[in-house]
């Protein structure tokens, strides 16, 4: 998974995270949760940087790709492509390798909106991380992907959109 989308789902949870313990137990009291804010005109949230994210590698990877990727349900996923294409964000192309399916593909304005709150979130995970050594960042983003997986299984995401 790349480091993006651990940024974007993972570093989120941990907001939630440090809402649920006390920013304090976690260090969080300094940064006062800010990843929701860096995504708030995002839409679709963290959920809408990651389609981008994976749709900005160039893989010309369709909505069906990316959904099973991501561990987002289809439904969710029609949606979520459906507000970023409204924001001007993404277009849907057909896909070549089948005509049935589109391709998300990122617009210059979505790069530019990817790249800002790319950085944003980076700087993010600086102020969270960075204290701790590099050995110890990627095994704690191991285990919050882990966590999400499990949590994701005993409970998945529900699907429609959301209202």
Not at 13 to 26: A, D, V
Not at 50 to 57: D, G, R, T
């Amino acid at each position: 998974m790349r480091l993006l989308e651990l940024l974007t789902g993972e570093l989120a949870q941990l907001g939630h995270l440090g809402g649920h313990l006390g920013e304090r137990q976690l260090g969080l009291d300094d940064i006062e949760v800010q990843t929701p804010y860096v995504l708030e005109d995002l839409p679709g949230g963290p959920r809408g940087l990651q389609v981008m994210a994976v749709s900005a590698e160039g893989a010309d990877v369709n909505q069906a790709t990316i959904a099973q990727r991501l561990g987002i349900d289809r439904t969710v996923m029609t949606c979520l492509v459906d507000d970023l294409e409204k924001a001007g964000m993404v277009e849907r192309r057909p896909d070549p390798a089948d005509r049935r399916a589109r391709q998300v593909v990122v617009t210059a304005t979505g790069r530019r909106v990817l790249t800002d709150a790319s950085s944003r979130m980076v700087q993010i995970e600086r102020t969270v991380l960075g204290a701790l050594p590099d050995a110890d960042i990627e095994t704690f983003r191991l285990l919050l992907t882990v966590s999400r997986q499990q949590a994701v299984r005993r409970r998945p995401l529900p699907s429609g959109c959301p209202s």
